[in-house]
């Protein structure tokens, strides 16, 4: 069979059997599927737009992803250099670099080993993936040369870079001599998260080689996401810089969709160590979060909230500056920050993400990176993040139960999360998925705020419940509960419309238990 007709024969054959992507015509997904979580993904790093589902949410909205993937940004001969993946395309090839040039290109024949390779413990020869497992292309393996699977199920890939075939013109973006091996993993299981976080949690591990003749500098590493969970539109974007967190939330939402950067790229630290595929490293460390992209739609006026179209702007991006290269200030404090929207929901300080910052609301997602870093030939970086989705009562709670979650997978080595056994479960799904046994008053959400926003309470027993709200002068301003109340979770909508800005505290009493809190109007 001549090349002309092998390649018309794997196309027909593809075409006939996966989901092809909008720009390769070989983009074949897989889907993880060992616990909780369903997350598709294919040969050229992201979820192909097939989703990503989470069961712990009613199965009539369980979505939780649209689309993500890895993007790489650098300069060569000091000009922005980028690949990435984004909400309609990925910019990558399948298949790794070879002789050079990139796989599809140098050997087209051998397209069908350019897949992902799904392999669950348990798993013989019977299985082609376990059995045609691609060594070769940097696949890991066990002590025994045979597939090493981390967790209790992986999807392993390799894509690249360098195929000028594969770069829409939406970003006019540069080949780059870069290859990714991709290993996505999960543990087996079907717990809540009181029982087993695990059960909830997917990894994806990236390890980049530069197969090029020349540095790249000042090199981001960057991950992108779509998140889309019950409504759509108010999917709001925030960072926690102490967990090393990406999320998105709303506060009408009982859900809470992040990734935390695990284990960032290295560079050299003296008297340091760091983890480098699963190993420790000398004189080394871990790049942590260097900037924060919140990203709430792809067309408006706002450049730190909207998706730039232009390579410039990811660069500017990726070292912390809004799309026009501007450094951002942060409103509550009036500092310069690479974090925008870092403020705590839970406490209702800091700068927060609200309605006002929100446009059509068209997309919901964001970016962070890691970096800078020099990138020599020949060199290898490796990159560790997980997904994990949280419920509560609502979306301050799920807040706090990711948040929980996170910090359990952080504080663990790697070979815990990679091939532990042990089961870990958050103590707070039962403070809100059960009656509460105390009295509590939330900080309002948003705060500052104009003009509207929510007071959460909780009762560990029928009350009589009074929430007033007063002046800075002491004055009473309005009554917003004044009557007998069952034991359980209340949420209190008040609009200050016609007031003038200012400070205003708001109590609540209920049986011997009263609590005032502050909080700030500004128009």
């Given at each position: 069979?001549n090349k002309?007709?092998?390649l ?9 059997s996966?989901v ?14 060992i ?5 598709w ?6 979820c192909?737009q097939i989703?990503?589902?989470?069961k712990?949410?009613p ?12 993007r790489?940004?650098g300069?060569?001969?000091?000009e ?21 040039q990139?796989?599809?290109?140098s ?8 897949r992902?390779y ?16 691609p060594?070769d292309?940097?696949?890991?393996v ?5 597939p090493?699977?981390l ?5 392993w890939t390799v ?8 770069n ?11 290859e ?6 999960a543990k ?8 087993d976080?695990f059960?909830n ?17 000042s090199?981001?590493?960057g991950?992108?996401t779509?998140?889309?969970f ?10 926690d ?5 990406g999320?998105?939330?709303?506060y009408d ?12 790229p290295v560079?050299?630290?003296t ?5 480098f595929k699963g ?6 460390k871990n ?7 919140p ?6 006026t706002?450049?730190?909230f ?6 410039i ?8 500056y ?14 310069p ?8 929901p ?8 609200t309605d006002e ?12 990176y890691s970096?800078?870093?020099?990138f ?13 989705p949280?419920?509560g009562?609502?979306g ?8 929980e ?6 504080s663990l080595?790697?070979?815990?999360l ?14 809100i ?17 104009n ?26 301003i309005?009554?917003?509960?004044d009557?007998?109340q ?15 800005s200012g ?7 209920a ?5 005032t ?7």
């Amino acid at each position: 069979m001549n090349k002309l007709s092998t390649l018309l024969f794997i196309t027909l054959l593809l075409i006939g059997s996966d989901v092809l992507a909008q720009y390769h015509p070989f983009n074949r997904t897989r889907i993880l599927d060992i616990n909780n979580i369903k997350l598709w993904q294919n040969n050229v790093g992201s979820c192909n737009q097939i989703d990503a589902r989470w069961k712990l949410l009613p199965q009539d909205d369980d979505r939780i992803i649209w689309e993500h993937g890895i993007r790489i940004i650098g300069k060569i001969n000091n000009e922005p250099v980028a690949r990435l993946i984004n909400w309609y395309f990925s910019s990558y090839s399948p298949g790794p670099i070879l002789d050079g040039q990139p796989a599809f290109v140098s050997h087209p024949e051998d397209s069908l080993r350019y897949r992902v390779y799904k392999v669950t413990e348990g798993d013989d020869t019977t299985n082609i993936d376990y059995a045609e497992w691609p060594v070769d292309f940097g696949a890991p393996v066990d002590q025994n040369g045979k597939p090493m699977i981390l967790g209790d199920q992986i999807l392993w890939t390799v894509y690249n870079a360098l195929d000028s075939t594969v770069n829409p013109d939406f970003y006019k973006q540069t080949d780059l001599p870069i290859e990714i091996q991709q290993t996505v993993f999960a543990k087996r299981g079907s717990a809540q998260d009181d029982e087993d976080i695990f059960s909830n949690v997917a990894f994806i591990e990236w390890t980049l080689i530069n197969k090029g003749d020349v540095e790249i500098d000042s090199t981001y590493i960057g991950f992108w996401t779509d998140i889309d969970f019950f409504d759509l539109l108010k999917n709001f974007p925030g960072v926690d810089t102490s967990l090393q967190l990406g999320y998105c939330w709303n506060y009408d939402d009982p859900a809470a969709v992040g990734y935390t950067l695990l284990y960032g790229p290295v560079v050299p630290a003296t008297g340091e160590k760091a983890i480098f595929k699963g190993k420790k490293l000398e004189n080394y460390k871990n790049l942590p979060l260097s900037a924060f992209k919140p990203i709430i739609e792809r067309f408006g006026t706002n450049p730190i909230f909207i998706e730039p179209d232009t390579i410039i702007g990811i660069w500017n991006n990726a070292r912390g500056y809004d799309n026009n290269g501007n450094i951002i200030i942060d409103p509550t404090t009036g500092n310069p920050t690479t974090f925008p929207v870092s403020g705590d929901p839970v406490t209702g300080d800091g700068w927060l993400f609200t309605d006002e910052y929100n446009g059509t609301g068209f997309e919901a997602g964001f970016a962070f990176y890691s970096g800078p870093f020099q990138f020599a030939p020949n060199d290898t970086q490796w990159v560790m993040i997980a997904l994990v989705p949280a419920t509560g009562y609502d979306g301050i709670t799920s807040i706090i139960h990711l948040r929980e979650k996170v910090s359990i997978l952080r504080s663990l080595p790697y070979d815990s999360l990679a091939f532990g056994s042990d089961h870990y479960g958050i103590t707070s799904v039962k403070d809100i998925s059960e009656t509460p046994v105390v009295y509590k008053l939330y900080q309002n959400y948003p705060n500052p705020f104009n003009p509207r926003t929510i007071i959460t309470y909780t009762l560990p027993e029928y009350s009589n419940v009074k929430l007033k709200v007063f002046d800075l002068l002491g004055n009473e301003i309005a009554t917003l509960v004044d009557e007998e109340q069952a034991a359980g979770f209340h949420k209190v909508n008040f609009d200050a419309g016609k007031l003038s800005s200012g400070v205003y505290f708001y109590r609540l009493q209920a049986g011997s238990y009263v609590e005032t809190k502050k909080m700030l109007l500004i128009k």
